[in-house]
């Protein structure tokens, strides 16, 4: 059946284009049916139920006025959004064929028509249409968008930075973010393939691109030490941590394997004790207590230590993995296990609705997401236990 949202719009789409036939009938009256072939007579089948026929009769119009091309590109847009691409391109692919499009006009078609074949997958043509309505000018900034979406999607990392580049002029906003993260992608190909000297060096103009790009610090970073440059190495990953602090936990254990194979194991312990308060914690108290084990000091008291300070997942794993003889840390450690297991008790999500999905911290027998009654469950307390990284 026709859904009723298309049965909505075709409403008045249909009542405006019997408007124009009448008043284009002699006397200004009624015609008393539509003419053959018209475009009545496609929206007539279309409220049928029968797109085929009505794509048919559209396309079957002798006389292609203005109003009849925006019926067409309006149904064949409509088809679309309704997932039925190959009724879409029908419509689009046969107003094109016509000789009597304005400039306009068949701008606008080709426009609808490269939509089509972007959502169909046809990325080839979908690229071609879209490289040459952009030249033209026509929906420049749509275009080019698109063109982005199809070069990112398959890959194309130097056309997708060329585009990026004509945006960028064309919107007047700076598009460096994006190039920089494209340069990225083709470092990570080149280190992929073995050609360490090209990733690094495009790594490196992927920073240059976009001063503040983490991604290409760490990038550089890895590289770097790879070859066994830790002061490049190490000054790379520190620059990471200063351009974006949320990706500290990815920057502390290279960070510190540099270090250590450097043999400047003070350098790292002083770039941690320079880390703002707000920072240290989690991933930095692991990797601390890790340099104590190795410098043959007791690690337990600090991870407690740490943990009733800025309690953290990755420090409380640590703690459940000590084994001590000392009562006072088996003690503590316990206390910190049982106060961890009752906040996340607490915590977690117990119900769930088997309709919209939504999960409520309370029992409803009327979901408030769905409006469903009696939908609405208490979730399994099962724990889906699975063996952890960490030694």
């Not at 029908?90 to 306009?104: A, F, Y």
């Not at 004509?166 to 920089?180: D, I």
Request: net charge negative.
């Amino acid at each position: 059946m026709l859904d009723s949202t298309l049965g909505w719009i075709l409403f008045p789409l249909g009542t405006a284009l019997g408007w124009y036939l009448a008043r284009r009938a002699p006397g200004g009256n009624y015609p008393t049916r539509p003419t053959q072939n018209g475009p009545l007579e496609g929206i007539s089948t279309l409220a049928n139920d029968d797109p085929d026929q009505a794509v048919a009769a559209l396309l079957g119009v002798d006389e292609l006025t203005e109003e009849a091309v925006e019926l067409q590109l309006t149904l064949g847009s409509l088809f679309r959004r309704r997932g039925q691409v190959d009724r879409a391109l029908r419509v689009h692919e046969g107003l094109l064929s016509r000789d009597t499009l304005t400039p306009q006009q068949r701008n606008r078609t080709e426009f609808e028509l490269a939509e089509d074949y972007h959502k169909a997958g046809v990325l080839d043509r979908a690229e071609r249409i879209y490289s040459g309505l952009a030249d033209r000018g026509f929906k420049l900034l749509a275009c080019l968008e698109a063109l982005v979406a199809i070069h990112e999607s398959s890959h194309d990392w130097p056309s997708a930075i060329e585009v990026n580049r004509r945006l960028e002029a064309a919107s007047g906003e700076s598009r460096r973010f994006v190039v920089a993260q494209c340069r990225c992608e083709m470092a990570e190909d080149a280190r992929r393939a073995q050609r360490p000297d090209e990733a690094l060096a495009l790594a490196r103009q992927a920073l240059n691109t976009d001063k503040s790009c983490a991604r290409a610090s760490l990038l550089i970073g890895r590289l770097c030490a790879e070859r066994g440059d830790w002061s490049a190495a190490t000054d790379a990953y520190a620059r990471a941590a200063q351009q974006e602090p949320k990706l500290l936990a990815e920057v502390v254990r290279p960070l510190w394997l540099c270090c250590r194979d450097w043999g400047r194991p003070e350098y790292f312990v002083q770039w941690m004790d320079d880390l703002p308060p707000d920072r240290k914690g989690g991933a930095t108290d692991v990797v601390r207590a890790e340099l104590l084990r190795e410098t043959a000091m007791d690690a337990d008291d600090y991870l407690l230590d740490a943990f009733e300070q800025t309690p953290t997942w990755s420090v409380l794993e640590q703690i459940a993995t000590l084994e001590t003889e000392v009562p006072e840390l088996q003690m503590r450690r316990s206390q910190v296990l049982r106060s961890a297991v009752k906040t996340i008790n607490a915590s977690r999500q117990k119900y769930q609705c088997q309709s919209c999905g939504m999960k409520p911290a309370q029992l409803f027998w009327h979901c408030p997401s769905c409006k469903q009654w009696g939908t609405v469950f208490p979730m399994t307390d099962q724990l889906d236990i699975q063996s952890s990284p960490l030694p």
